[in-house]
C-alpha cells in the first residue's frame, strides 16, 4: 500500500502554486485572525518564525491593505525560536521581523515580547523568556500559555522552531522555553518546547521549496520518530494544525 497521509481530526494541508501564494494567505489568514481575537478577547498573541516565506508575509501584513485594516495596537507578538545573537545581527529572527513589519506597523513597543538571545548565558536567557511569556499570559504555576497563533517552519531535515533532530528539548515535559546545543551548528539556540508550542489555540507552519520535499514527506506521511523529524512533534492537544505549503514543497506528497 502507498503511504498517505493521516492526519489528526484537527489538522488540514493546503497546496498553492508557489510561495509568493503561500506567503498571501499566511497574510489573509493572519489579518482574519487577528480581527476575531481583537473583537472577541481585545487582543491577539501570535509567535513569530524565521525565514524567506514568514518574510514575506510579513512585508504584505506591513502594506496596504493590512497595515490600514489590522488591528496594530491589540496585537502582541513572540518569537517561536532565536538564534543566539544580538537584535541587530543579520541571523537574527528579531532583526528579520523588526525590519520587515514591527517598525513599519503601528505596532506599540511594549507589544513586543522579543528573546534576549544577546545574553551570553543560553540556559538563562531561555528562562527569562519564559519568565516573560509567563507574566504576559498571567500564569498560573505549571501553567501553559495558548498563544492565538504560532507560525512555524521546516527545516530540509525536518527541524521547526529551534528543535532539531535528536534534540533533548523534544522531551522537555518541564520548561516551556529551552536552550539546547545544536551539535551540527556549533551552537545554542533558544526555542519553545513542544509543551508550549502544543498548547496552542493554532498552529500554522508555511512551506515552500523543493529543498524541504523530502522532510515535508517524512513528516506528514511517515512514521519515522520524532526524534528524527522534530516537526512530527508539533500536535497541539486543543487547537488547530495548519500546513500551508507550495507546490514544490508538495511535490512528494501522496495524491
Known amino acids: 500500500m502507498p503511504p ?58 506591513a502594506a496596504p491593505p493590512f497595515l490600514d485594516t489590522v488591528p496594530w495596537s491589540s496585537i502582541y507578538f513572540f518569537w517561536g525560536d532565536e538564534r543566539c545573537v544580538p537584535p541587530d545581527h543579520p ?77 533533548p528539548a523534544l522531551h522537555d515535559g518541564e520548561h516551556l522555553v529551552a536552550a539546547p546545543w545544536v551539535e551540527k551548528l556549533g551552537a545554542h539556540r533558544i526555542t519553545l518546547t513542544p509543551r508550549a508550542l502544543n498548547a496552542a489555540a493554532r498552529v500554522v507552519f508555511l512551506v515552500a521549496g523543493e529543498e524541504k520535499a523530502p522532510a515535508l514527506r517524512e513528516v506528514l506521511a511517515g512514521d519515522a520518530s520524532p526524534d528524527l523529524y522534530p516537526a512530527r512533534i508539533v500536535r497541539p492537544t486543543d487547537g488547530e494544525l495548519l500546513w500551508l505549503l507550495d507546490a514544490e514543497a508538495a511535490n512528494l506528497l501522496p495524491a
Open 91 to 167: 541571523d537574527s529572527n528579531y532583526r528579520m521581523a523588526r525590519e520587515t513589519l514591527l517598525e513599519r506597523a503601528p505596532i506599540p513597543a511594549q507589544n513586543v515580547h522579543r528573546i534576549h538571545a544577546e545574553e551570553p548565558d543560553a540556559g538563562r536567557a531561555a528562562g527569562e523568556y519564559e519568565e516573560t511569556i509567563a507574566a504576559a499570559f498571567r500564569l498560573a504555576p505549571d501553567g501553559l500559555p495558548r498563544f492565538d497563533l504560532i507560525l512555524l517552519g521546516l527545516g530540509p531535515e525536518g527541524h521547526t522552531a529551534s528543535l532539531f533532530p535528536g534534540s
Open 4 to 61: 498517505r497521509i493521516i492526519l489528526e481530526p484537527n489538522a488540514k494541508v493546503r497546496v498553492y502554486r508557489d510561495s509568493e501564494e503561500v506567503a498571501l494567505k499566511a497574510a489573509r489568514r493572519f489579518a482574519r485572525l487577528a480581527d476575531q481575537y481583537v473583537v472577541g478577547c481585545g487582543r491577539f498573541t501570535v509567535a513569530l518564525s524565521g525565514g524567506s516565506t514568514p518574510r514575506a508575509m510579513n512585508s504584505l501584513l
